[in-house]
């Protein structure tokens, strides 16, 4: 029913894990503020669950309904003047805080939409009236929902009431709020994150050097090129920094892998139109005419923010400039490149020169540490192998990505022994 819809549509089939799942009062907030949130999340890359199903009145939310919020990792409870109207809502935003009380992981991040916090707390005549007419409604409707039900609403309402939210500023309407709330959602989920190698082995003073030459606390804009043989551990290095520094940069951060493979192989506009849909809150900025249109686009975007940009295995020069552009950056902005020719680095008429960085291979006692790892599951071999490892880490000649797959491999040959 129109007066008890809680959402629009499903964005996703059920049985996956969602990030993010929306609870509103689908006449308040539909087509004014909750289409335009959710379609800004989707254009972030969140997983986000909003549901589109009627609930009769009194009557208890799926099975599907509630897979979807315990599956989820943030709630985002849209509060308006007639949320607490709805038994669905309640039963959702029920639902929300048994979970976070069960996983702390879990965490409700509500947006009081036209109403303040102390109307979701109970504190004023709003909600309250609200919950006196459901509880009238439960004497005229027997077995629908009882006064277990209407206490349980009441405590998470108060107890989500009191939770820091967002509330929009009149004067601003709702683009600097929708800003906010993905930005935040950006940088809680951690999904600008790279998967990295379980072993970190020698890479401490690596990552204290590339901290060290970004001044992360400075005003200034700093490229700092990472260079080196393959496999000697350029990207898990990239990766860790990119990680450390997410936080920092919100949504305007961009992990370009494979930059020389994937110019040869698909060419620079699907690069240049990944990198504009990472650092833009808008679907329809991805969408692209050519290369040199959209390095224009790139150059707007990039020279307006502060950034983090990490390009990935370059191996001609042209790629940075197609993917950066040549107009002033934002003055914060850092940006890192891996590759393993130096002399890419050095991009005439650039306005920026490149720190460079060169990564060596690891020392025998870490090549020794890393390898074991992988084979033993331990810092150092048995001594039966101990002969064995010393022939391997020399062989390798310090190459960690080598090291990691013949560990893997004698760790495998030796659980079938």
């Known amino acids: 029913m129109e007066n008890s819809e809680p959402g629009t549509r499903t964005s996703n089939t059920l049985g996956g894990e969602y990030q993010v799942f929306l609870s509103f009062r689908g006449p308040d907030t539909r087509h004014v503020f909750t289409d335009i949130l959710h379609q800004a999340m989707i254009d972030a890359g969140i997983h986000v669950f ?126 600097e709020l929708i800003r906010a709330v993905v930005e935040e959602t950006v940088v809680r989920l951690s999904t600008r994150e790279r998967q990295v190698t379980t ?46 520094l997410c936080p920092r940069f919100g949504k305007n951060c961009s992990f370009l892998e494979d930059v020389s493979k994937m110019a040869k192989s698909k060419g620079l506009k699907i690069l240049q139109e990944k990198l504009l849909c990472d650092i833009s809150f808008s679907g329809v900025a991805c969408k692209i005419l050519d290369i040199d249109h959209d390095i224009n686009m790139i150059g707007e975007t990039i020279c307006n923010k502060k950034m983090l940009i990490v390009l990935d295995d370059v191996d001609e020069a042209y790629q940075i400039q197609k993917l950066i552009g040549e107009k002033p950056l934002y003055p914060g902005t850092r940006i890192l490149v891996t590759t393993r020719d130096k002399s890419v680095l050095n991009i005439r008429g650039f306005k920026y020169k490149f720190e460079p960085y060169e990564m060596v291979q690891l020392s025998d006692k870490d090549g020794i540490k890393l390898f074991s790892r992988h084979a033993f599951n331990d810092d150092s071999p048995p001594d039966n192998y101990y002969t064995l490892s010393r022939k391997i880490v020399s062989t390798a000649d310090g190459l960690p990505l080598a090291l990691q797959v013949i560990g893997s491999s004698l760790s495998r040959a030796t659980r079938k022994i």
């Open 50 to 175: 909003i549901n589109d199903e009627k609930l009769q009145p009194g009557e208890k939310i799926s099975d599907n309904l509630e897979r979807a919020i315990d599956n989820s990792k943030l709630y985002i409870p849209i509060f308006s003047k007639n949320y607490a109207s709805s038994p669905w809502c309640l039963h959702e935003l029920v639902r929300m805080v048994d979970k976070s009380k069960e996983d702390e992981k879990k965490v409700i991040l509500p947006i009081f939409y036209d109403v303040k916090p102390d109307d979701v707390k109970l504190k004023t005549a709003l909600y309250n009236k609200d919950i006196l007419n459901l509880e009238q409604e439960m004497e005229d409707q027997k077995n629908k929902f009882g006064r277990e039900d209407i206490k349980k609403w009441r405590q998470a309402l108060q107890k989500v009431g009191g939770i820091d939210g967002w509330e929009p500023k009149k004067d601003s309407g709702c683009t």
């Open 199 to 244: 072993y970190l082995v020698g890479m401490e003073d690596r990552i204290a050097a590339i901290n060290n030459l970004l001044d992360i606390d400075s005003d200034r804009v700093w490229l700092i090129g990472i260079y080196g043989m393959g496999g000697i551990g350029k990207t898990t290095l990239a990766k860790v920094i990119f990680n450390q």
